[in-house]
């Protein structure tokens, strides 16, 4: 990471609600933090302390720790603090729990479109073919507004779907001590997500003491961004407030279905 690769932050206004919680976010392959402003701002309406890092998939896990172990330390004391990542951000998030690194203490884990090595998807030019872009387009998001900002964001990295899973990463789903994952985990998929399909995150819930999947209806790779993405951030911050509550998860409201309703 370089001074090129800052991290951005989105914040409760200092008029508004006092924070409520923090999360710190590890981009995926091509993406840089910024692409995350629109969940950034959804959050931090809601009280709720955004840090999108500039790391990429290929970084030292140390240097990711350092950074993620600073913003962990200024964090609102008495909230939680969870670690967040997309694609092989996602990896990362993961890796440095089951690492115990110095620093990366926090209070949940959110794993959005994990990838896995063993997914094979066809690698896309980099050049400017606009075919080769609009299949990658179409591969991470359905909203037209997130493939507009894609396109003209010159710090996006095109064609980096298909970049090869670096192997400190790959090698966290294989063999991986994930019944050692203490923390509340909220895995985040699109269910129909062409790049990592929706059975890695099921295998990897099942193996979590500890976790949720939510699966979007016909969604795609990056899901924190797709057209769904409204839905998907009331998602995170009903979990963020359940979690609030302590690891247990327990409900803030229950719903009664008409048909229950009918019974009684």
């Not at 933090?33 to 309406?45: T, W």
């Not at 240097?63 to 990362?92: H, I, N």
């Not at 507004?145 to 192997?167: K, M, N, Q, V, Y």
Request: charged fraction near 20%; aromatic fraction near 4%.
């Amino acid at each position: 990471m370089t001074a090129a690769e800052p991290t951005h932050t989105w914040e409760p206004a200092p008029d508004g609600p006092l924070v409520r919680g923090t999360l710190i976010l590890l981009p995926g392959r091509g993406e840089h933090g910024g692409v995350y402003e629109r969940f950034g701002r959804r959050l931090a309406q809601d009280a709720y302390v955004v840090h999108a890092l500039g790391s990429s998939p290929d970084d030292d896990l140390g240097a990711v720790s350092y950074l993620v172990g600073e913003l962990v330390a200024g964090a609102s004391p008495g909230v939680p603090v969870v670690l967040a990542g997309s694609d092989t951000g996602a990896l990362q998030a993961l890796a440095l729990i089951l690492a115990e690194l110095g620093g990366v203490k926090v209070d949940g884990l959110l794993l959005v479109g994990l990838p896995d090595s063993d997914t094979d998807i066809p690698a896309l030019p980099a050049d400017e073919d606009e075919t080769a872009w609009d299949q990658e387009l179409a591969a991470r998001t359905s909203c037209p507004t997130h493939r507009a900002r894609l396109s003209a964001d010159a710090d996006f990295a095109r064609g980096s779907l298909s970049d090869p899973i670096p192997a400190h990463l790959a090698a966290v789903l294989s063999g991986a001590r994930l019944e050692g994952v203490a923390v509340p985990v909220l895995l985040l998929h699109g269910g129909a997500d062409s790049v990592a399909a929706v059975d890695i995150a099921r295998g990897v819930a099942g193996q979590l003491p500890h976790a949720e999947l939510a699966v979007t209806a016909g969604g795609r790779h990056d899901v924190l961004n797709d057209i769904m993405h409204r839905s998907v951030a009331a998602e995170v911050v009903q979990w963020l407030e359940r979690l609030r509550g302590g690891p247990d998860l327990a409900p803030v409201i229950s719903v009664e279905s008409r048909q229950a309703l009918a019974l009684t």
